[in-house]
């Protein structure tokens, strides 16, 4: 008997080596050659390779897409708390009561803005006082300092849409017949006809505003007469999240600029 059977014939070419197992014995075949022991197989390690730079690749291309991330977003600057920061008059000398109330009054043409707390929040600074002589004024107003208790400071960016100065600006006595709420000087928004009462912490006289003028809290050094801007009360100035965010600090003093009021009296 043969290992094919009983009289199986041995397929043509018939080697020993091919019936040199037994029958029904399944084996593996290798379909290609396999590396000796102790060869590399390049293609295994050329495919090694391929990974950890795709990996590299991938980790650097991931890091750069967070680094672009990071700075798509706006930096938030700001402060941690209200400053005391000192006015400086247009010359840049510290600016005194005595200067503020002998050269500044409700008839004043003048708009005067400082920046406070942050670079890019401009607010007026006004002596509500009548000139000599005049009645057209007021004294001993919501948060006003110096000896009458005259000037304020109230923000200079309109609570409506955001007009800021001089769009938005002073109205000194006499400047227009119209006369909101009963005054003859007043903060005027020539955007939209928005009207606040200086003397009462900027309230709303006249809309589309139907929130105050954020006020600065002023503070008299009766010791060497200076001005500082301390702190802010009211809603956030318009534009910002919040009044302490949105910009840089002014630092420790803020210079007095003189601005080119737009003003119209058409509004009602
Ligand atoms: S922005 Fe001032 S009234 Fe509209």
């Given at each position: 008997m043969t290992a094919f059977g009983m009289g199986a014939a041995c397929?043509?070419?018939?080697?020993?080596?091919?019936?040199?197992?037994?029958v029904g014995q399944l084996h593996r075949v290798a379909a290609t050659p396999s590396s000796e022991p102790g060869?590399?197989?390049e293609t295994k390690r050329n495919v090694l390779k391929l990974l950890?730079?795709?990996g590299v690749v991938g980790a650097a291309g991931g890091g750069l897409v967070a680094g672009s991330l990071q700075y798509a977003q706006p930096p938030t600057v700001g402060l941690s708390s209200?400053?005391?920061?000192?006015?400086?008059?247009?010359?840049?000398t510290p600016l005194t009561v005595t200067k503020a109330e002998k050269e500044y009054n409700a008839e004043t043409g003048d708009v005067l803005t400082f920046n406070y707390p942050l670079r890019n929040e401009p607010n007026f600074l006004l002596n509500v006082a009548p000139a000599s002589g005049s009645s057209s004024g007021a004294t001993n107003v919501v948060n006003g300092v110096g000896s009458q208790k005259s000037i304020v400071a109230f923000s200079?960016?309109?609570?409506?849409l955001g007009c800021p100065a001089p769009a938005i600006s002073y109205y000194p006595a006499g400047i227009c017949p119209q006369s909101p709420g009963g005054k003859s000087f007043y903060i005027h928004c020539t955007c939209h006809g928005s009207t606040y009462d200086v003397t009462n912490g900027a309230a709303n006289l006249t809309g589309p505003?139907?929130?105050?003028?954020p006020q600065v809290i002023l503070e008299w050094d009766q010791g060497d007469d200076t001005l500082y801007a301390v702190n802010m009360v009211g809603?956030?100035?318009n534009g910002h999240l919040d009044t302490l965010t949105g910009d840089y600090g002014v630092g420790t003093s803020s210079q007095l600029t003189?601005?080119?009021?737009?003003?119209?009296?058409?509004?009602?």
């Open positions: 397929p043509s070419p018939c080697t020993a080596a091919a019936l040199s197992f037994p060869e590399v197989d950890v730079a795709a209200f400053p005391r920061v000192q006015l400086l008059d247009l010359d840049g200079a960016i309109c609570q409506h505003a139907v929130l105050p003028l809603p956030p100035v003189r601005q080119q009021p737009v003003r119209l009296c058409n509004f009602s």
